[in-house]
């Protein structure tokens, strides 16, 4: 079972010409970064596949959320959304080839994504899970998982400018662990630790972690190492 990725990126829909090209070739090098920090996690590496839309092949469960989120992160304030969808894959799988392997978990990762291109709503999702699995326990186990996702994202449109930089620099620095050396926070963002420490219970901020741990708990319980 594989996680395939198709990221869409949102605010290029009002770029033109030079604003376009700089907006790719951020895109590339965070793309070229992740690769090569999740080198073991990746089946097959993140790459731009048009002009406003990137592809990639996760094979480690527990690594998914981790890694959306550091794409995110590294290319703000880039406004994007990424449909995932959980399936094997039929044709070979090789990093070195130029050529994106093929099955259904691309396949559930392209409907993923044009279902939230046809979402027009306030509440539409940033991460949308798929799969074609028919059993019953899939199917639910897929609508917690993107139930949960839109419980964060109403959390996110909450926060403050501040609240939002604390909270994706914890995580692109210590991941989902609630246990963070907040004066070291505290330092980056030039306050103080007592300040830090409203900020992170304002925000909601370890229930939001929590919460994705959680959901790649659950996402390695159902199609991690006991199906690969």
Same mark, same amino acid.
């Given at each position: 079972?594989?996680?395939?990725?198709?990221?869409?990126?949102?605010?290029?829909?009002?770029?033109?010409?030079?604003?376009?090209?700089?907006?790719?070739?951020?895109?590339?090098?965070?793309?070229? !970064?992740?690769?090569?920090?999740?080198?073991?996690?990746?089946?097959?590496?993140?790459?731009?596949?048009?002009?406003?839309?990137?592809?990639? @092949?996760?094979?480690?469960?527990?690594?998914?959320?981790?890694?959306?989120?550091?794409?995110?992160?590294?290319?703000?304030?880039?406004?994007?959304?990424?449909?995932?969808?959980?399936?094997?894959?039929?044709?070979?799988?090789?990093?070195?080839?130029?050529?994106?392997?093929?099955?259904?978990?691309?396949?559930?990762?392209?409907?993923?994504?044009?279902?939230?291109?046809?979402? !027009?709503?306030?509440?539409?999702?940033?991460?949308?899970?798929?799969?074609?699995?028919?059993?019953?326990?899939?199917?639910?186990?897929?609508?917690?998982?993107?139930?949960?996702?839109?419980?964060?994202?109403?959390?996110? !449109?909450?926060?403050?400018?501040?609240?939002?930089?604390?909270?994706?620099?914890?995580?692109?620095?210590?991941?989902?662990?609630?246990?963070?050396?907040?004066?070291? @926070?505290?330092?980056?963002?030039?306050?103080?630790?007592?300040?830090?420490?409203?900020?992170? !219970?304002?925000?909601?901020?370890?229930?939001?972690?929590?919460?994705?741990?959680?959901?790649?708990?659950?996402?390695?319980?159902?199609?991690?190492?006991?199906?690969?």
């Amino acid at each position: 079972m594989y996680f395939a990725v198709i990221g869409n990126i949102i605010s290029a829909e009002k770029m033109v010409n030079k604003e376009r090209y700089e907006m790719q070739y951020k895109v590339d090098d965070v793309l070229t !970064k992740i690769n090569k920090e999740y080198k073991n996690e990746i089946a097959f590496d993140f790459k731009l596949t048009l002009g406003d839309e990137f592809q990639g @092949l996760i094979q480690d469960a527990s690594a998914v959320l981790k890694i959306l989120d550091k794409i995110e992160y590294l290319a703000d304030p880039l406004e994007m959304r990424f449909g995932i969808g959980i399936g094997p894959i039929y044709s070979a799988v090789n990093k070195k080839s130029g050529n994106r392997p093929d099955g259904p978990a691309f396949w559930n990762a392209g409907f993923a994504i044009q279902q939230m291109k046809k979402n !027009k709503s306030y509440n539409r999702p940033k991460i949308l899970f798929e799969t074609d699995d028919n059993s019953r326990s899939k199917n639910e186990w897929i609508e917690v998982i993107n139930e949960s996702l839109n419980l964060c994202d109403f959390i996110e !449109k909450g926060w403050t400018d501040k609240q939002k930089s604390i909270t994706r620099e914890s995580i692109y620095r210590y991941g989902y662990d609630t246990k963070v050396p907040q004066k070291e @926070l505290a330092d980056i963002f030039e306050i103080s630790v007592p300040a830090m420490n409203v900020h992170m !219970k304002r925000s909601g901020y370890y229930n939001y972690l929590n919460l994705r741990k959680s959901i790649g708990e659950a996402l390695q319980k159902e199609w991690g190492e006991a199906e690969s």
